[in-house]
């Protein structure tokens, strides 16, 4: 249980921080230090998965991810 409360605090934070970002730093512009030479914030904006991947493919994505949901379920 403790795991799924640490999950759900960990999500809430992320989602928190991607909308500070996304409200307070102009698109592709602007790095805002958080520690300096450690830490820092940037908005870009990836239309990918991870890292890049499957960029412009997200109907593949989709496709994927979907065949990975019921083959789980």
Do not use: C, E, W
């Amino acid at each position: 249980m403790i795991y799924a409360i640490a999950a759900v605090i960990v999500i809430i934070f992320d989602q928190l921080v991607k909308y500070l970002v996304t409200v307070n730093i102009p698109l592709n512009t602007g790095i805002v230090p958080v520690i300096p030479k450690v830490l820092s914030l940037v908005n870009i904006h990836n239309s990918g998965a991870a890292f890049g991947i499957l960029q412009n493919g997200r109907i593949l994505f989709i496709v994927i991810a979907f065949v990975f949901i019921v083959i789980v379920v």
